[in-house]
């Protein structure tokens, strides 16, 4: 299992060396180069030679990438310019990531409770009511656009209904203690129960929006899985032993059914962050999705860096946990990893 473990380090490693490589390439292959990107017209003649100096642009490419890589290593990405002028892209970053893994969390927790059992229950009842209006809201999950999606809920349960809020993580003026955060989790942690429930109140539409996809795949891939465990010889043989309903449902079926959907759900949660752009815009979420517009929009260069650094990482690293987990869940990846070693 160490062994397992250390060889997907390495490539975890490797991935993020490439995407050094190619962002830096990226920063050099930008109109006027990277100077220009970071000043814009506003740079004077002296102040383009100062950044030159200090970027290390006169140094031959290789001490140049290797400078770059060691700023990058020790946090150094420069300030921001447009998200938030002149504070340090790292720290609009810190500022920003809780609030988008809230909502990440949020969201694919709310498609693993609602898609797992939907899709294991879909497949048992096959043809029935309930099968085909799982499958038929999910085709509407995957077929609307997630923006779509967002301000359909936002003018019928915010505006229209003014049943929830229509933006922002809490309410404006709350008296709110700041620990993690996360605000939901802060106002848990100080006991503040009715910040924790504005919090949780606000969090609520931004994250049904962004699970909406999530939830249409995990359950198609649920429902196909479980369908083809059913089938299965070992699972008509536990049932002609007459072992109990729960043994054979959690044992052989559920388990047996877990490695696609583990699957599913790795990829699904590390492609949570191009959703949360368009979530965030829409419910006014200050976490690093809208940092990301705002960046492109405002050719904030510092802090693309740091977010498309920050988001690759994050995607490498889940589907590293998914890895090691099939190893947890099926023994066999564990025993096919020896014998190739």
């Known amino acids: 299992m160490l062994r397992y473990a250390f060889r997907r380090v390495l490539q975890l490693v490797l991935v993020l060396f490439v995407l050094s490589v190619?962002?830096?390439?990226?920063?050099?292959?930008?109109?006027?180069?990277?100077?220009?990107?970071?000043?814009?017209?506003?740079?004077?003649a002296e102040s383009r030679a100062?950044?030159?100096?200090?970027?290390?642009?006169?140094?031959?490419i290789f001490v140049q990438y290797f400078s770059f890589l060691g700023r990058a290593l020790t946090g150094n990405f420069g300030n921001s310019i447009g998200v938030a002028p002149?504070?340090?892209?790292?720290?609009?970053?810190?500022?920003?990531?809780?609030?988008?893994?809230?909502?990440?969390?949020?969201?694919?927790?709310?498609?693993?409770?609602?898609?797992i059992p939907l899709g294991y229950l879909a497949a048992r009842r096959r043809g029935g009511w309930l099968d085909n209006a799982g499958i038929l809201s999910s085709l509407v999950g995957i077929s609307v656009p997630i923006f779509f999606f967002a301000f359909l809920?936002?003018?019928?349960?915010?505006?229209?209904?003014?049943?929830?809020?229509?933006?922002?993580?809490?309410?404006?003026?709350?008296?709110?203690?700041r620990v993690t955060g996360f605000f939901v989790l802060d106002g848990i942690l100080t006991q503040e129960w009715d910040a924790a429930w504005d919090a949780l109140v606000h969090l609520l539409l931004p994250s049904i929006a962004l699970a909406s996809i999530p939830f249409a795949v995990i359950f198609r891939i649920t429902r196909a899985s479980v369908l083809d465990v059913l089938d299965e010889d070992y699972v008509r043989t536990a049932r002609s032993k007459?072992?109990?309903k729960r043994v054979i449902r959690d044992r052989h079926i559920l388990r047996n059914s877990l490695l696609?959907?583990?699957t599913t759900v790795g990829l699904q949660t590390g492609s949570l962050l191009s959703g949360a752009v368009l979530t965030e815009t829409v419910f006014a979420w200050h976490g690093i999705g809208e940092a990301l517009?705002?960046?492109?929009?405002?050719?904030?260069?510092?802090?693309?860096?740091?977010?498309?650094?920050a988001g690759a990482a994050s995607y490498v690293l889940i589907n590293l946990l998914?890895?090691?987990?099939?190893?947890?869940?099926?023994?066999?990846?564990?025993?096919?990893?020896?014998?190739?070693?």
Request: zero cysteines; a negative charge.
């Open 322 to 341: 998914v890895d090691l987990s099939y190893a947890l869940i099926d023994p066999r990846i564990r025993t096919a990893q020896k014998v190739g070693s």
């Open 242 to 244: 007459g072992l109990a």
């Open 153 to 177: 809920l936002k003018w019928i349960f915010a505006i229209e209904l003014g049943w929830l809020p229509t933006g922002g993580r809490q309410t404006v003026g709350i008296d709110a203690t």
């Open 86 to 115: 002149g504070m340090p892209a790292l720290e609009v970053f810190s500022e920003r990531f809780p609030a988008t893994i809230e909502l990440s969390f949020m969201a694919i927790v709310l498609a693993l409770i609602t898609a």
């Open 293 to 309: 517009a705002l960046g492109f929009e405002r050719k904030d260069f510092p802090v693309l860096q740091v977010v498309i650094i």
């Open 22 to 44: 190619l962002l830096f390439a990226w920063l050099r292959a930008l109109p006027g180069g990277p100077v220009s990107a970071l000043l814009g017209d506003r740079g004077t």
């Open 260 to 262: 696609p959907v583990v």
């Open 50 to 60: 100062q950044l030159r100096e200090e970027l290390g642009l006169d140094e031959p």
